[in-house]
Structure formats: C-alpha cells, structure tokens
C-alpha cells in the first residue's frame, strides 16, 4: 500500500476512512491531520470554525490509534473527525451560541449529540460558526465555491466546512432552513433526519416545535452513517420518539424497484430563480414514470405564517433574556424578532400547531405510502454578499411538518454554482427518503 | 344458586360481574336491567344522565348474551354496562358537551375510548352530564349522598351514577381537578391515569397539554380493569405513549413489602378544611414507619398561575367559536375565561410549559422510585348548593405534570359525607399507584 498523501485522504469519503482506519491501512491520526492540512490551507479565507485546537484533535485521534492497538471495539465513527456548530455544547470546550453575549462561555456538559458522538469513537475537529444565536443575522463565514457569496445560515460553518474538504462530517441543526439550505450554497448533501429522531439535549434551543439536528457530508451514505449514531433517545428531550436504525443500509443497498417521486412545486415556487425552476424541472422530467406531479392545495401557503408564529414566539422566550440583559449587543434583526414574538397570543400559537396538524394530515392523504418529494432545495444559487444568509423558503414547509429532508448537489446555476435538489419523505420514512437520495445520486454519477 | 335480585346485582363490583356473566351464573341482560332500575329509583333526584336508551342498553346486553352463547371469545368488559360523559363522541348518541349550542348534535364516528368499550364487550349504558363544555359551570346533577349538594365537575354525572350505583364503571376526563374532586365529593374511586396512557381522539379538547381521561368505579381493581380495557395508542391523539398493561395485576396481587408513602401537605394545603388536614394526617401518622413527610419547595405554589396560562390558553383556542357564534349561549365563568385566555401572550404560555418541566424534574428529585405521595382529595367535603362544583386545589398541581392520582373513599367529614384520599405516582409508574391505593384500601378494610 502506498502511502497516502494528507491531500488526498481529505478528499476521501467517511464511509471509506472509517473502514481504512479500522483495517489498519490508515491511522485516525493521519486523518485527522489531512483534515487539520486542509483547514490550514483554506480557513483563513473560509472562516468556517468559531474554535479550533488542532493539538487537542490530534491528540483525541491519537487516543483513538491507541485503542485500536490496544484491541478495543471500534466505534460507528471511530476515529472520523466531525465539526460541530457552536450552538451545541461541548463540556471544557467553548459554546459561544454565535453571539458576543455569550464570549468565553464554557459548558459543564456535553450535548446528546457530542456524547454521542464520543461513544461512536469520532474525533471533535472543532467548533463552527453559527449566525447568531442560530437565528436571521450572518457571521463570517464565506462560500468556498465563491468566498464573495453567502454559504447560507444559520449552520453556516459547519456546511462550509464539508464543502471544503477541511471535515468530512459535521453536524448543524434546523429550524427553518438552517441545513438544507447551506447545503445546497455549498454543493454538498445536507440531511435533516424527521423531527425527534436525534435528541436536543444540551443544544440552544429556538422554537422546540420545529428544531431539529441535522448532518453535512459528501455523500448520502456519510450522512446516514452519521445520523445513525446520533439518533437515540434521551429524557431531556421527551418529543425523541423511536429512532430509526441502519439508516446506511437503506443508503448503501440498491433497491429492488425505483423509488417512486412526487414533483411538489410547493408554495415557494415563485420565490425560484428561472434557472431553478427549469433545472428542477427537467430532472423530473427525466425520471419519466418515476415521477408524477403532485400540486399542494391552495392552504398551504399558510404554513409560512404558522411557521412564523410557532418561530418567533420561541425565539421571544428563549432569547428574551439576552434582549433583556443588553439589547445593543443584539442585531438589528434579532431584536425585532424578539419585540415581534414578544407580542404573539397564546391563541394563535395553538392555532399555528393545531393548523400544522391538519397539514400534516392533508399531506399524508397526498403523498403514496413510500412516494419521495422532489422539490428545489433553495431558491437558486448563493446570493452574493455576506449580508444575508438567502431565503429559506423551500425549507419552511417540511421544517413545520417536521419531514426528513435532504438537499443532493444536482443541480448547477448560471454562474457555475452549486444549487440542491430536495428529496422530502414522509415524517418516520427517513429510510425511506435515504433510499430514494442514494438511488438519485447513483444514477446522476454522483453516487 | 339462587335468583339474585336486581338490587343486589347493582351492589356487586365489576370485576365479579366479569367473571359471573363469563361463568354463565348471570347473564348481561340481568346485569344491565339491575342497573336500569337503579337509575329508575334514582336518577329523577340525582340527574346523572344526559341521555339514556333503556331499550338500546338492554338491545346491547342481548347481543353479548347471545355471542357468549354463541361461544365467541368474551372481551375484558363482556357486558358490563359503563356510562360515559357528554363530552366523549359517541356514534349515532347524542353528545351535546354540556352546552345548549351543541344541542341535538349526533356525532357519525366513536371516540376512541368508545371503539374501545366495544372491543372490550362493555354496555353503553348511557352518556352522562357533565359542566358545560366539561369546564366549570355546573349543570343539573346532585351528590347522591346528598342532593343538596354539588357531586363535583366536571364530571359530575359519571361521578354520581357510580357512587349511586347506576352503574358499575363510567369514564370521565380531567384538566384540573374533574375526576379526583367528584370522585372525592362523591365517596368513590376516582383514577386518572398518567397523562397519555388513554387517547383522547373523539373527546372535546380543552387544553391539550393537560386534558386526561380518567374512571369512576367501586374498586381499585375496577377501575384497574377499566383502564386496562381503555390503554392503547391512537394516530389522532400523537402525545399517546406506551400504555401500561395489566394494572388489573398490580391492583389485585397482594406486594411482598408494603408500599412506601410520602405525605405531601403541597402548595393547597391553606384550602383543606380542618377536619381534612387532622383526618389526612391520622393517615399519615397510622401507615407509621411506611410513610414519611416530603416538602414541597416554595416554588412548586407557582404551578396554579403556570395550570391556569396553559387551561384558559386552551379554552379560548378551543371555545373560541362556541363564543364567536353565540357568546350569551355562554355561562358568565365561560365568557370570562375566554375574554381573560384570549389576551395570554404566547411566550408567557410557552413559559408556563418551560416551568412545568422544571417542576417534574424537581419532583423526580423528592420522591423515592416507588414512593406514591399521600395528599387530600378535595379540601372537604362536596360544599352544599350546586352553583359551583367546589375547589379544585388539591387536583392542579398533579394534572399540570402528568401524574397518575386515585381518590380512595377512605374519609370522612364532619357532616357525614365523604372525603378521597389521594394518592399520586411518578408519571408511568401507574402500576405503582395502584398497587398501593389496592394495600391501603384492604388495610382500611375496604379492599
């Protein structure tokens, strides 16, 4: 075997490092240092960790090459570096929630997540940039397929992180279209598993009706291999319900039938760029008797506006205490957000859930038992500038209904850039819609 | 054996009637028509039902004859009659909520709870008053130890046809303290299972994070076999969790070792009359070395404004359109709540839920794993008059977390009418309740 050089292990995906390094043919540390390698080169223009201590990463992979040695059982993730958005804890390690009001905070505890990640044997990368507090308002982040546009928010760092090849996994969270979004500016696959299948614990929360953790990867098959061990159950979360398991099957087997697509336009359809709109609807085209249309009623042109209610009225009470203790320290966006919320009646929240349940209901009715939504993932290409984070419109519906959605970097713009296609299953079907994501980037070339 | 009487049959508990009528020694229709000509004795003074079919009763007593006849396999409830409040949709039944405004409403579809007393082979012996929209204005009903007194609410009539022996078992459902307290007012056993363990599809909704369903019986193991029959899980109830199974075990097996008490005086103590608290304090001090006295912190008095954000919340999301179309159709208390719910801000509401999660967190910290708390009732006796069902106090801070309560017939008051103890268990732990309400129930010489 020859040796590899640090370039091209960074270019290599999760699923294969993670069987390397337990065969032996490349060591945790020599991964995790490709990665380090390719975080020296592009970071200074990519701005996308908040924290990062490359000796304390080599030293947890060095840790890892020691109990592979030593004959320990190896983890679902053992010695694969993850990067993990700085809204989530990490006991020792900064958590500073994208905001000046919480420099220099130190968790006590790591989050679910961070634990799980541990018990699978990966290795924290580091910490990356959120916008603030999770939330509308960007930080410094740049796309690193064009550093003058946006990489799209709120989990900006974490998605511009896999796009850079500086980790080969990362973990951000959703509540509007803070995965899928950056996914798709970014050109890489973003996945947010249905809602309560990884739990919330030790992350700051926004709305709890709608936040949900999500993966960065570059392929379908890291993304399942990395929910996989995130999914669980945990009392400080009660919404986790019954995870689902080997979701890397569902990713890595061929299925005996195509999967079946519906070709929703949704209610964000005029907010598409032209170019989208054609791009996504040859891809239908394409998939011929794979794929029908399927139009959504009138009502749910609603959800942006139950989503609105259930968002802000969490953002007034999980952040009004940041507002109340310096409002200036706060953006612009942000404090109107939170004087917006801070207004919303208890009627019309329960309005916006009960609403939210009829969707649900009607779209249950709409969908076949395992038909898959194919629909665009954002409304063209990154935005130019850094001032905003782009517009979440194809995310807000299946944030509301708490449906797995995945973003696949099919589709390309006019200048070149990187636009999602979204694959959206029913809620509990993540299987599912990993089947159907995996089959559409084999056949695309992309598998 | 001997022809029994009618009114000897309607003294006998279900379970026994369970097993007679399996074991061919009575029949459904004997059972049925005993408990008719009680509520023809009884119901001009007590006013218990809101509808009742003697024909259709005894019509359903007939088929579960014949199909025991017939030899088909006998459901856990096969012909026993049950009664059920006016809230609870029954197919083809009346069901009018209490409410002038839902007068001559005739729902196409059974509850759930309904379905499941059909599955089980149970007599629906008639549907039973409640307050108006199972809230807090009485309506016609009267103690049975006492006409001139309230039986409590909301589930006035379910609470009054058990304890006058119309019927063995009858369901009703809890926000605040609507089985506990009629239970308590009205000398029987009242359990309101942990919150999620009975779906609550088909029932009218008041506040969703509160709204449980509970039962009326003569026993503990009755109202075991009730709940056992009424368990399950339902897509249109989604907070629904893993039912217990076989409480009708835990109620009937004697324990290896006595059950552990902690007598809570909790943040009503200042309501309960004198002859309550030296009466539920002679308990305490009786059960000796298995109970021992637990505080609450100052903070948990906080739970009655966190209970009233989240019930009036719900009242006026759910009401609403009763007042909207006819608000003079309305009890003063009804408009009220929903003027006073309507101007509840959504944060102040999502706080409130925030604090009840403290508050269990809390509570799992005081008790012992299977220790059942040992507390009032209601305050005292049901007061006299029937223009308030009485103080719901003692019921508030249990319903706002979810916990299992009973109301065991164990005391008595000053004037001779009766006064529940009420023992409350660890959210889940039902199985753990009823075990100890069964010991301490046998211990009093009244299992």
């Not at 337990?22 to 020599?30: F, N, R, W």
């Not at 505890?109 to 990966?122: K, Q």
């Not at 209610?267 to 959504?296: F, H, M, Q, Y």
């Not at 694959?423 to 056949?443: F, H, K, S």
Request: aromatic share 4%; with cysteine.
């Amino acid at each position: 075997m020859s040796d590899p050089s640090s370039s091209e292990i960074a270019d290599r995906h999760a699923l294969d490092l993670r069987r390397q390094i337990a065969a032996g043919e490349v060591s945790a540390s020599e991964v995790t240092q490709a990665f380090l390698d390719r975080v020296a080169a592009r970071e200074a223009e990519v701005h996308a960790f908040a924290w990062l201590d490359p000796e304390r990463a080599l030293g947890e992979a060095g840790a890892r090459d020691d109990q592979r040695r030593e004959g320990w059982p190896l983890g679902a993730l053992h010695g694969i570096p993850v990067a993990v958005k700085d809204i989530i804890d990490t006991a020792g390690v900064p958590t500073e929630n994208g905001t000046p009001l919480d420099a220099g905070r130190i968790p006590d505890r790591d989050a679910y997540v961070v634990s799980a990640l541990r018990t699978a044997g990966a290795v924290l990368l580091g910490k990356t940039v959120t916008t603030e507090l999770g939330a509308m308002h960007p930080r410094a982040t740049r796309n690193p397929h064009h550093t003058g546009h946006t990489p799209g928010g709120s989990s900006s760092g974490s998605a511009a992180a896999v796009a850079a090849h500086m980790t080969p996994l990362a973990i951000g969270t959703q509540t509007n279209g803070s995965v899928i979004r950056p996914a798709s500016f970014c050109g890489i696959v973003g996945y947010k598993p249905s809602y309560g299948v990884i739990p919330r614990t030790g992350i700051l929360p926004q709305a709890r009706p709608l936040d949900t953790v999500g993966v960065f990867a570059r392929s379908v098959g890291d993304a399942a291999m990395l929910v996989d061990a995130l999914a669980g159950r945990d009392d400080g979360d009660p919404v986790a319900g019954t995870p689902p398991t080997h979701l890397i099957d569902a990713a890595l087997t061929e299925p005996d039938e195509a999967p079946v697509f519906a070709f929703v336009r949704s209610p964000a359809w005029d907010n598409a760029e032209p170019a989208t709109k054609s791009a996504i609807e040859a891809l239908a085209a394409e998939l011929g008797p794979c794929c029908r249309e399927v139009e959504l009623p009138p009502h749910f042109a609603m959800a942006m506006s139950a989503h609105t209610q259930i968002a802000l009225a969490g953002i007034a009470l999980h952040y009004g205490r940041y507002y109340d203790r310096d409002r200036d320290a706060l953006s612009q966006e942000m404090r109107e957000a939170i004087d917006r919320g801070r207004t919303f009646k208890a009627v019309d929240y329960l309005g916006a859930l009960d609403f939210r349940d009829k969707l649900r209901a009607d779209i249950g009715g709409l969908l076949g038992t395992h038909e898959v939504i194919l629909t665009p993932a954002a409304p063209g290409e990154a935005p130019e500038g850094l001032g905003s984070t782009g517009n979440p419109a194809f995310n807000t519906l299946w944030s509301l209904l708490g449906m797995p959605a995945i973003s696949l970097p099919l589709l390309t713009g006019p200048r070149g850039l990187p636009v999602g296609a979204q694959l959206v299953a029913r809620r509990g079907d993540d299987a599912g819609l990993l089947r159907a994501a995996a089959w559409l980037m084999r056949r695309s070339g992309r598998g």
